[in-house]
């Protein structure tokens, strides 16, 4: 069974930084994606960044181009998945969700959810302004 833990999450000031984390276990798929979204109070969940198994590909939403960063680091079975968050943002506050997809499902865009999804249970990111 697939777990993600995400940890990282906390209040910060307005123009600050946090590393989320995302530790991701019993994956048994070679080809697969990861991501993060989030969810404001009262509003959708929504994409905020993906990166392939390979690190060579990452897609990042407007919203956060140029102040996140999303990374990995990958074994056999195991991966941790990053979000370096800079120049925070009152708006950036949320619940942050972990993401992993096996892409044999076929379902390639990252920027929407899809059957088969495995999630974390989310971490807590309030920016203070």
């Known amino acids: 069974q697939v777990q993600l833990v995400e940890s990282g999450g906390g209040v910060v000031q307005a123009g600050g930084s946090l590393r989320l984390s995302c530790a991701v276990s019993?994956?048994?798929?070679?080809?697969?994606?990861m991501g993060w979204f989030r969810q404001a109070p009262g509003k959708e969940r929504e994409f905020v960044a993906a990166?392939?198994?390979?690190?060579?590909?990452?897609?990042?939403a407007e919203s956060v181009k140029g102040r996140f960063t999303i990374s990995s680091d990958n074994a056999k079975n195991t991966d941790t998945v990053y979000l370096q968050m800079n120049s925070l943002k009152p708006e950036d506050t949320g619940i942050y969700f972990c993401?992993?997809?096996?892409?044999?499902?076929?379902?390639?865009?990252?920027?929407?959810?899809?059957?088969?999804?495995?999630w974390g249970q989310g971490t807590q990111v309030t920016i203070s302004s």
């Open positions: 993401v992993v997809r096996d892409l044999k499902t076929g379902f390639f865009n990252m920027a929407l959810p899809a059957p088969g999804d495995y």
């Open positions: 019993g994956r048994t798929f070679d080809s697969y994606a």
């Open positions: 990166i392939t198994w390979s690190g060579s590909s990452t897609h990042y």
